[in-house]
């Protein structure tokens, strides 16, 4: 399927200029969604020039239309950001029936790759600055809004959260209360939406030295949620500890309380503000429904374990009147958390030289058995020599001449063994005819192959 989904790409005349006869071919799975159920499971893969990303293709593995919704929301979103900072849709085709998306391939790495290769703050900071203008130039994209649109948006996610998840009575209390919370907050305030892509995490922000680009729009959408980016962002960065990343944030003029409290919810930081609280409720509340929509039954079990404890912390976060301030931030924490992450970094490459000196022991080890290995090879092919002459060999009784008995005895004497029945016949019958003599057959027999395996 991909090796023709490819062949009709290289023939179709949209896709000229991504494709280089001078340059070698290839391709590279990014998805195989194992992790969903059937239905709702697609293919990604990367298609490249010389090792250079060229274009990315996606198909459902069973045809359900939702392809067809990426593509045109991706499209809307592309032109509404003038091409900046997003991935570029290109075109959709029919292949075996399977519709097909093609987008353009995006040089760089992602967030996670781009720190561990560069883990250090000037680093961070800069690539912080880079994705926090993505972000604002996402926000030129914000509609007026009003609070009845925002309150109809909280509850549809509300409502099929509680039909995806049977809370209990006290359960329900707390979910009821964050959500009463969250709403009072905005409801006389100017509300906004705009088109988000839906996953704004490390996996998909694609970095190189000068730009950051955002990919996958499988779960884009317009929303009055954008604002939930930041704790998608933070939930799932998995390249730093979100302490010391906190530390690098209150370093930088990145003074948006939205990003800051973002942040500090999935850290030691995290304050006990009702807000705060609730917003991480709704958040949540999102994530399971936008999660159950496409994980598997085995893995929907463990996101109920999950959220029931989630709803149970929330719980006791409520009725802890202990409110912290997460602004204040000391110099020892921040020496702290950069002594803990250079720490995890050394650590890190401590391991990568273990595993390296590890290797290099196995390799060693490994020529070490391929010698006794080959010695034992050797061994058995002699036995296996040996046990097809000891299936010939003779009794004493044929030994009934003086030159047979001269054969068999050179043989004991070079090749400790007794002489086999075609040997016999052969050299006593050559001796009789005086075609060799018994220091010939003591030189044939030093010169055969078994008894070179001997020494």
Request: proline share 2%; charged share 30%.
């Amino acid at each position: 399927m991909i090796k023709l989904i490819i062949d009709k790409l290289i023939h179709d005349s949209k896709y000229d200029e991504y494709f280089d006869t001078n340059k070698k071919l290839s391709y590279v799975m990014i998805s195989t969604g194992g992790y969903r159920p059937y239905e709702k499971s697609r293919i990604v893969f990367l298609i490249l020039q010389d090792d250079l990303p060229s274009l990315v293709v996606k198909f459902y593995k069973q045809p359900n239309g939702l392809i067809q919704n990426e593509f045109k929301t991706q499209e809307i979103i592309y032109k509404k950001c003038e091409g900046k900072g997003i991935s570029k849709p290109l075109g959709l085709l029919i292949v075996n029936d399977f519709e097909i998306m093609v987008e353009e391939g995006i040089k760089g790495k992602n967030l996670d790759r781009y720190i561990s290769d560069n883990p250090f703050q000037n680093s961070i900071e800069l690539v912080m600055y880079q994705i926090n203008s993505l972000y604002n130039h996402l926000n030129n994209l914000l509609e007026p809004s009003t609070f009845d649109a925002f309150n109809k948006e909280v509850n549809q996610f509300l409502d099929k959260f509680m039909r995806l998840y049977s809370l209990t009575d006290n359960e329900l209390l707390t979910v009821k209360e964050c959500v009463s919370v969250y709403l009072q907050n905005f409801k006389n305030k100017k509300l906004f939406k705009r088109y988000s892509n839906g996953d704004f995490q490390s996996r998909n922000l694609i970095l190189d030295d000068e730009n950051v680009t955002l990919i996958d729009f499988e779960d884009a959408h317009e929303t009055h949620f954008y604002h939930f980016d930041w704790f998608r962002f933070f939930k799932y960065q998995y390249s730093l500890s979100n302490d010391y990343f906190y530390s690098v944030l209150i370093d930088m003029d990145i003074n948006d309380p939205l990003i800051l409290s973002s942040l500090a919810e999935f850290t030691k930081y995290r304050s006990n503000k009702q807000f705060d609280i609730a917003s991480r409720m709704i958040f949540e509340i999102k994530e399971y429904v936008q999660r159950s929509d496409s994980l598997s039954l085995g893995l929907l079990h463990d996101e109920k374990k999950n959220m029931k404890q989630f709803i149970s912390d929330v719980s006791l976060r409520l009725n802890d009147k202990q409110v912290i301030d997460t602004h204040t931030f000391s110099l020892n924490d921040r020496l702290s958390s950069k002594k803990n992450f250079y720490h995890h970094l050394y650590s890190k490459i401590h391991e990568y030289a273990e595993f390296d000196l590890k290797t290099q022991n196995i390799s060693k080890e490994a020529g070490k058995l391929e010698n006794k290995i080959k010695k034992l090879v050797s061994e058995n092919a002699s036995l296996q020599r040996t046990n097809s002459a000891l299936s010939t060999f003779i009794d004493d009784d044929v030994l009934d001449s003086p030159l047979k008995k001269t054969v068999d005895e050179l043989y004991l004497e070079i090749l400790h063994r007794r002489v086999d029945r075609e040997g016999l016949m052969h050299f006593s019958h050559l001796l009789e005819k005086k075609e060799i003599t018994i220091d010939d057959l003591r030189k044939s027999l030093l010169d055969s192959d078994e008894y070179q395996m001997l020494d």
